[in-house]
């Protein structure tokens, strides 16, 4: 039985009422604070990157004082949204490198895929006969950090993409170059008297976002792979159910598993255990939040205890000794939420500093130490625990993760009994959709969004979709959303179309795979790639869709454009802040298709939005003839 968004709401509800007894405060206050939103925000005209405004495009104002009109601002702003994206997800691939840099046999950082990184250095021309893996591991993790500045050429992983993509690359000029090149050109064409024109704009848009999906965050999935194993189907659980009283509860929370991967280490280490039970516990638990969570789910079955929206409710339980945060989608929130309760708010990245957190800094050199004082920290601040403000909401599910582009296709190779031989191929799976067992596939990914109905659009639409025989893979907040409902459960098979059902069975998995984190949507670049290559068909081609129905950060831009550019139709649930220009607008749902062979649709009524998905994985079947 799937766990439902009213249930999860009920539990919230609940949840809150604790936090009013010690004088907490939560996102579903401020939002209602916040509202209305600005509409010049809102729809883009409001431009502020010279002192000489902020300018607002009316009717009677239709230019600000440069000159600019709505077309220029709102697709600067759009660029500069991408950028910051871009930047983000590509200084997470930059840490990763660092930390292969820093890695040794006698750790606390290892090469625990040898395979992958031996791979990796044959694709970039690295001689590796005789050589010792943590030398060529040092020396690939400098190439890694290079691709940051290289002073000539394109990124490295994008030889992975069909020769027809990176034909249109070299012809729109999108190929992305130096990963931070990419970035400081965005926020220079961005500066007061430089571009103004949408296309030249949105053109830049797409090869940053280019520049974090086939660079940085390629490069963050793969040596994460490498230093922490590259991800097979694992079994877990999630929601805060998996919280347990009688423990101590760690809570790692961001994005980076160098952090997340240590405190798990060092949670399951025995001398640490003892000292829990010494404290009145009866053992340690870590779970996680948003995407750090989905990266020790993947690879070690670390149980989810909620996405971006359910953050807070963390804190909520009473029960949670400390929430242990890196980088990305931490709200500040969580310093004064903490002080309400005795939870441990403890921030560890220079990148991400907030007042009423306990700073310990997190270094590679040091991560051992560092992991061990949080735990450490943690079991002390058991005793603090007030019992009378202790509520675990009863609501999990069983989820099984893990669904690497290694994994998915070794698990599928069983499925075909007759016509395919060839194994270690995507061509099981192109056969189930030739055949109309599996109409297609879609991509769900994304974060929660106030503006939407939290989780209710992620799980409705995967529910529709694999009712429809359309399988979906996910990352992100939205993997998590069905993993809380149940949908990663093997059986969900029993929700779906009697094909999508018959392949679930064969290969023993769920409808709704989990290909990992945000930075994971490389993945499924990787994945559709492969497709491509082993059907003979275009990307665009391929009735394959993405969609993230309640996106709200600047990487959730950044990969749309990554992801349109890649050749794949992107569907999204919340306007990114362009219906104040009906030329940007119209360039990105429709202009783009010239381009790249994809495009945007924005669709906000969530009914709407999965019938006009499933309607264009059936014009592409239509196309090609299947
Ligand atoms: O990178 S889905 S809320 S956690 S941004 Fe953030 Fe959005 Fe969640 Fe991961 Ni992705």
Redesign the pocket.
């Known amino acids: 039985k799937l766990t439902t968004v009213e249930e999860m709401e009920a539990a919230t509800e609940k949840l809150l009422e604790t936090g009013k007894k010690v004088g907490a405060d939560g996102w579903q206050y401020r939002v209602k604070n916040q509202t209305p939103h600005c509409k010049f925000g809102e729809t883009g005209i409001c431009c502020k990157i010279c002192s000489m405004g902020p300018c607002r495009i009316t009717p009677k104002a239709p230019k600000g004082i440069c000159g600019c009109d709505a077309h220029g601002i709102v697709a600067r702003n759009y660029l500069k949204f991408t950028a910051g ?1 871009s930047a983000t ?1 590509s200084d997470h691939g930059r840490e990763i490198c660092n930390t292969l840099y820093h890695a040794k046999p006698e750790g606390p950082y290892k090469v625990k895929d040898p395979e992958k990184l031996i791979r990796i250095a044959k694709e970039w021309g690295v001689e590796t006969e005789g050589k010792d893996i943590y030398d060529l591991a040092h020396e690939v993790a400098i190439l890694g950090l290079s691709e940051y500045g290289k002073v000539f050429g394109h990124q490295n992983f994008l030889k992975r993409a069909p020769q027809h993509t990176q034909e249109i690359w070299e012809r729109e000029e999108i190929a992305p170059r130096a990963i931070d090149r990419e970035v400081s050109c965005s926020l220079h064409m961005t500066h007061m008297g430089c571009s103004s024109k949408p296309e030249a704009l949105i053109r830049q848009s797409l090869r940053s976002g280019l520049s974090d999906g086939w660079g940085g965050s390629m490069a963050g999935t793969e040596f994460s792979d490498v230093l922490f194993g590259t991800p097979k189907p694992v079994d877990t659980e999630a929601n805060l159910g998996v919280m347990n009283k009688d423990n101590v509860n760690i809570v790692v929370h ?2 980076d598993p160098s952090l997340s991967e240590m405190i798990c280490e060092y949670a399951d280490d025995p001398e640490m255990i003892a000292y829990a039970k010494s404290k009145g516990a009866k053992g340690i638990t870590v779970s996680g ?4 969570s ?1 990266e020790v789910a993947m690879r070690r079955g670390i149980p989810m205890a909620g ?3 359910q953050q807070e409710n963390v804190v909520l339980t009473g029960a949670c000794e400390a929430i242990v945060v890196d980088v ?2 931490i709200f500040p929130a969580l310093g004064p939420l903490s002080k309400c309760f005795h939870t441990k708010f403890v921030t560890t990245s220079p990148i991400a500093q907030m007042p009423d957190s306990e700073f310990i800094r997190f270094h590679a050199d040091t991560a051992a130490e560092n992991a061990k004082a949080i735990v450490k920290m943690a079991i002390d601040n058991f005793e603090n625990r007030n019992p009378d403000l202790v509520y675990i909401p009863d609501m999990k599910q069983k989820a099984t993760v893990g669904y690497s582009v290694e994994a998915i296709v070794k698990t599928l190779d069983g499925v075909t009994n007759s016509q395919v031989d060839e194994t270690g191929t995507t061509k099981p799976l192109i056969e189930c959709i030739t055949s109309g067992v599996i109409r297609g596939a879609v991509a769900m ?4 969004n106030p503006k939407i109905r939290p989780d209710y659009a992620h799980i409705e639409l995967m529910k529709k979709l694999i009712a429809n025989d359309i399988i979906v893979v996910a ?4 993997a ?1 959303a069905a993993a809380k409902a149940g949908l990663m459960d093997k059986e969900a098979k029993n929700l779906c179309g009697a094909g999508l059902k018959r392949v679930c069975e064969l290969a023993d998995i769920p409808p709704v795979l989990h290909m990992g ?3 994971d949507i490389s993945r499924m670049m990787i994945l559709v790639s492969e497709l491509a290559k082993d059907s003979g068909l275009n990307i665009s081609q391929l009735p394959v869709v993405g969609c ?1 129905p309640e ?3 600047e ?2 831009v950044s ?1 749309g454009n990554y992801v349109v550019a890649t050749g794949i139709d992107t569907f999204l649930g919340v306007d990114p802040y362009v219906s104040g220009s009906d030329q940007v607008s119209k360039l990105l749902t429709e202009g783009l298709r010239d381009w790249v062979e994809a495009a945007y649709t924005v669709e906000k009524d969530i009914e709407k939005l999965v019938d006009l998905m499933i309607e264009r994985i059936e014009e592409k079947r239509t196309a090609i003839g299947i």
């Open positions: 994206g997800h961001g994005h939040v948003c995407c750090t989905n996405n971006f929206l990305q989608c990914v994304g974060c929660n990352s992100g907040c939205s998590q984190s945000c930075v993230a996106w709200m950060s990487k959730a990969i």
